[in-house]
C-alpha cells in the first residue's frame, strides 16, 4: 500500500517535476551557447594552442575534483537549494563577465576563472538533478524520462554551435551572456515555488553516522563489485583523455590549416555532438 501510495505522489509531482526540467534544459542550451561564444572569442583573440588547453583545463579540472564527492554531499543536502545555489553560482558568474565585456576589460584570465566557476556548479548540478528525478518521477516512467534528457543534451550539442555562430555574428559577445543569464533565471525561478522531496532518512546517532568518506568508499566498492559498469567508465576515461586535448584544439585546426570561421568550427562541433 505505501509503495503504491508513493507511486501516486511521484505522479502527482511529474507536472512539477517537468516544470523543473523544462527550466534546467533551456539553461542547458544556454550554457552551449556561451560555451562555444568563449572558445570562439580565445580562438580569435589569441590564436594560441595552449590558450585554448589551458580553458579545456578550467573547464574539465572541477569535474575531477568534486565529482567523486558532489553525489555523496548532493545525498546529504537539500536538492532544490543544492540546484538553486548551482545556477545561481554560475549566473552570477556570466553577470560579472557580461559587464567586464561591455566596458571593455575582459582578459583572458576572466574567462578562465568564469569556465571554472561554472564547472564547479555544473559539477554539483547535475548529480542534484539526476537526484531529483528518481524522488519526483514514477519508477516506470524513469527509463522514459532519462531517454528525454539525453535527447535534449543531444539536440543542445547540435544545434547551439551553429546558432552560436550566427550569434557572433549579428550581437556583441555580452548580449549572449545576456541569454545565457536569461536561461539561467528560467531554471531558477520555479525553484523557489516548486518544493522536491526529500528522501526518507531514518535517523541515527551521530557516532554511527557514516562519514562522507564511508559513503564514498562504498559507492566505490558497489561499483567495482559490477564489472560491466567497471568496464564502461575505464573505457569512458581512456577514451575522454585521449579525445579531449585533440577536441580542445580543433578551434586551431579550424582556422590556421582549413582557414574556416566560426561557421565551420560550429558545423565541426555539431558532427561531433
Known amino acids: 500500500m505505501s509503495e503504491r501510495t508513493s507511486e501516486s505522489q511521484k505522479l502527482g509531482s511529474m507536472a512539477k517535476f517537468f516544470i523543473i526540467f523544462g527550466g534546467q534544459a533551456f539553461s542547458l542550451f544556454g550554457s552551449r551557447l556561451v560555451q562555444f561564444a568563449l572558445v570562439w572569442w580565445l580562438t ?108 535534449i543534451q543531444g539536440l543542445a550539442n547540435i544545434i547551439a554551435p551553429p546558432l552560436g555562430a550566427l550569434l557572433i555574428e549579428v550581437l556583441p559577445i555580452q548580449i549572449i551572456l545576456a541569454i545565457d543569464m536569461s536561461t539561467a533565471i528560467l531554471a531558477i525561478g520555479p525553484l523557489f515555488f516548486i518544493q522536491i522531496p526529500q528522501p526518507l532518512r531514518i535517523e541515527k546517532p551521530v557516532e554511527s553516522k557514516p562519514s562522507m568518506l564511508t559513503d564514498l568508499r562504498e559507492g566505490l566498492h558497489y561499483m567495482w563489485g559490477w564489472k560491466g559498469v567497471m568496464m564502461i567508465m575505464v573505457m569512458s576515461m581512456v577514451i575522454s583523455l585521449l579525445t579531449n586535448p585533440a577536441f580542445s584544439l580543433t578551434p586551431i585546426l579550424v582556422t590556421n590549416h582549413f582557414g574556416g570561421g566560426a561557421l565551420e568550427f560550429a558545423w565541426l562541433q555539431s558532427a561531433s555532438g
Open 44 to 151: 580569435k583573440t589569441s590564436g594560441s594552442a595552449s590558450v585554448l588547453a589551458f580553458a579545456s583545463i578550467m573547464a574539465i579540472l572541477p569535474q575531477v575534483l568534486f565529482g567523486p564527492f558532489a553525489g555523496t554531499l548532493v545525498d546529504r543536502w537539500n536538492r532544490r537549494i543544492v540546484l538553486m545555489i548551482s545556477d545561481g553560482f554560475i549566473a552570477l558568474a556570466i553577470v560579472g563577465l557580461a559587464l567586464l565585456y561591455a566596458q571593455g576589460a575582459v582578459q583572458t584570465w576572466h574567462i578562465y576563472t568564469v569556465m571554472f566557476i561554472r564547472s564547479v556548479g555544473g559539477a554539483f548540478q547535475w548529480p542534484a538533478m539526476q537526484a531529483s528525478t528518481t524522488l519526483m518521477v514514477p519508477k516506470r516512467h524513469l527509463s522514459r524520462v532519462s531517454g528525454l534528457n539525453q535527447s
